[in-house]
């Protein structure tokens, strides 16, 4: 049974701060790590995908892979209350046919002005 | 250019009656997926088309739950006998390839009561 772990939150912090995002996975050949952020009452939308151990950064987001650990996790630099939100890890599983997404249960951020 | 579509936005059944959810692509993407999402739980895979055919289905609950996609473009997820345990958010993701990321529509709210 592949597993994504995030903590469900709820995560709060103030608006200008560093909020940061954990998840573990359990399936070791896992290659494709994806961050979705999802407002309540609508759908996922991708902010982040990341393949290599390291970092990716994009404007006030940082993605961390570390596939020894079997652990991603996403900044957010500079905090806005926009960014008030639910963050879902997704990660890949290359052994099913469809390569389809197996996604955690989301951490619940709020960014309090 | 257009995101993926999907409609109707919100569904409301009752036990026992047939639906039919549509999704509608973004345009060139050959890669689409079905998920569902229940509250406060991530999305959970359906089915996965690449083109017309239903290349991994081995999400689908059970044999009430059936997908198409005729021309490698619309799909439409159709359920029969609904229960009041299909009641979720259903969501389609279009890729422009196998590992390529996915990008979900805005989802069909699905009431069955």
């Known amino acids: 049974q592949k597993e994504v772990e995030q903590n469900s939150g709820p995560l709060s912090v103030p608006e200008g701060a560093i909020a940061s995002l954990n998840c573990t996975y359990s399936d070791r050949v896992s290659q494709s790590f994806f961050w979705y952020r999802q407002y309540s009452g609508k759908s996922p939308e991708l902010i982040m995908s990341?393949?290599?151990?390291g970092d990716k950064e994009d404007g006030r987001f940082t993605a961390q892979l570390n596939k020894a650990s079997q652990y991603v996790s996403l900044l957010i630099r500079d905090s806005q209350p926009s960014d008030s939100a639910t963050y879902l890890c997704a990660v890949n599983s290359p052994e099913q046919v469809a390569n389809n997404l197996f996604f955690g249960t989301g951490t619940r951020l709020t960014v309090i002005p | 250019g257009a995101g993926v579509s999907q409609t109707p936005s919100n569904k409301v059944t009752e036990k026992g009656k047939y639906v039919e959810l549509r999704c509608d692509p973004i345009s060139g993407h050959t890669a689409l997926y079905w998920y569902r999402q229940s509250l406060g739980q991530g999305p959970e895979f359906l089915i996965y088309f690449q083109g017309t055919g239903a290349a991994d289905d081995s999400g689908l609950p059970n044999d009430r739950f059936f997908a198409v996609r005729p021309e490698g473009s619309v799909s439409t997820l159709k359920i029969q006998r609904t229960e009041r345990g299909d009641s979720a958010v259903y969501l389609c993701?279009?890729?422009?390839?196998?590992?390529?990321?996915?990008?979900f529509g805005p989802g069909t709210r699905l009431t069955v009561l």
């Open positions: 993701a279009s890729s422009p390839g196998y590992y390529n990321e996915q990008f």
């Open positions: 990341i393949y290599s151990n």
